[in-house]
């Protein structure tokens, strides 16, 4: 490539266009992710457990059938029984089914946040490793570009010092510099391949499967970010699935205390039965018109007066763990706050780098204008030309890892207050 063209590549913005965008990128993941089928099986199974504890007044029936062999008085020979019968007991006042039932239905909502918060988890994986790739396909563009404009250096170089017009001191120089540069730029290589494989994992698919990134780090996530610290806050009080689930967790223990507690309660229930039994002294020879016919209807009180201490520590446990889940929503509260007010410092500074960055660039640009018109008049040399070049992708470098910081920091800040105002929805 000629040199010229070298730096008009070198000074262009805009970035090459690719066929994965991130959007896609986040569904495949949502569609894919191991974690995700995990937590919809398990909101499955709390749904099941809720339904069958909310139908805990439901009678309970049972069939049963018996054909018994017996020996006679004084050896006299063998007796044949048999009978078929039907139970029914109907639950009518139990209040640690009604405490179950609470729990379970809590339990349920508590799957339903874990899921929740499993898709926002996987969304900010996907989101941050996607950046790592245009993060890394940048370095390694820059990377590429220094090569060889370092390679294209040391060939004038070389012709200069074969010609005498520059020392060896110049001549070595110039091939240091390139030597140099080859491991960063092999480094960047494998750099872009670690991220393209991070990518792929958060994703849940094949390496193999993923086509060139369609996007850049310039383009705006599709999350709207908070306008304000304190709005920040608000919204995440709001809208924080660990918070609800921390909150959600005290409930449940409520609940736990009350069916701990209803271990000392009485239990009402009605039963009713009928049975046909009948006796002959051959079998098979059983005529069951001569079944004698039996039932009873009966409603039983159960109350509890002495089960060991297994209710008493039941019940002062079931208090302990309450405690502890108040005091773990307390402990989230504050540490979501901790991470909310560190990741917004991160952001402010992010912003701050970006903007002198920004300014770097235009300084590096100019003074690489003034370098390419002063070597074309042969007033400044070509290593000072290149390392003008050389500062241009330096300032681009720190222009590109603010802004991967900058984003990093957006998708925190959206995942901590629970992506609540708009953007990509997480169904």
Not at 80 to 85: D, F, K
Not at 229 to 255: F, K, Q, T, Y
Not at 272 to 277: C, H, Q
Not at 397 to 420: M, P, Y
Request: glycine fraction near 6%; aromatic fraction near 6%; include cysteine.
């Amino acid at each position: 490539m000629p040199f010229n063209l070298l730096l008009t590549s070198i000074l262009a913005t805009s970035p090459a266009s690719g066929g994965l965008e991130l959007e896609e990128a986040i569904q495949v993941a949502l569609e894919n992710r191991s974690e995700i089928l995990s937590s919809q099986m398990s909101v499955s199974s709390s749904e099941l457990n809720e339904l069958d504890s909310d139908l805990w007044f439901l009678p309970d029936i049972t069939a049963n059938g018996t054909i018994a062999a017996s020996g006679l008085p004084d050896d006299s020979g063998t007796g044949y029984s048999s009978g078929i019968g039907i139970n029914g007991t109907l639950p009518i006042l139990s209040f640690q089914s009604m405490a179950g039932s609470r729990m379970a239905s809590i339990s349920t909502d508590i799957s339903s946040l874990q899921l929740e918060a499993e898709k926002q988890d996987v969304i900010v994986d996907v989101v941050l490793a996607y950046l790592d790739v245009l993060y890394a396909m940048e370095v390694q563009e820059t990377q590429a570009l220094n090569l060889q404009m370092l390679e294209e250096s040391y060939e004038t170089a070389t012709l200069n010092y074969n010609s005498g017009t520059i020392s060896r001191y110049e001549y070595l120089q110039s091939h240091v510099a390139l030597e140099n540069s080859r491991p960063a730029y092999t480094a960047a290589g494998y750099s872009l391949e670690d991220a393209y494989e991070k990518l792929a994992l958060n994703m849940g698919v094949d390496h193999a499967s993923i086509s060139p990134l369609d996007g850049s780090m310039e383009d705006a996530l599709p999350f709207r970010m908070p306008c304000t610290l304190g709005m920040a806050v608000e919204l995440m009080e709001e809208n924080s699935p660990e918070l609800a689930i921390a909150e959600l967790g005290i409930r449940s223990a409520d609940a736990a205390v009350d069916m701990a507690d209803a271990a000392f309660t009485p239990t009402l229930s009605a039963s009713a039965s009928m049975a046909w039994s009948g006796v002959d002294e051959q079998f098979g020879s059983i005529d069951t018109d001569k079944w004698s016919e039996s039932w009873n209807v009966g409603i039983s009180l159960s109350i509890p007066i002495m089960s060991g201490l297994g209710s008493i520590t039941g019940s002062r446990s079931a208090r302990y763990d309450r405690l502890a889940a108040r005091a773990s929503l307390e402990t989230t509260g504050m540490t979501l706050q901790q991470q909310l007010n560190q990741v917004w410092n991160s952001y402010l500074l992010a912003g701050e780098n970006l903007r002198g960055a920004d300014a770097l660039i235009l300084e590096a640009e100019e003074a690489l204008n003034i370098a390419m018109i002063s070597y074309e008049s042969g007033s400044i040399t070509r290593l000072e030309l290149d390392n003008s070049t050389l500062a241009l992708m330096q300032a681009r470098n720190s222009r590109s890892k603010a802004l991967l910081d900058l984003r990093s920091a957006e998708i925190t800040i959206v995942r901590i207050t629970g992506f609540a105002i708009g953007g990509k929805e997480v169904n």
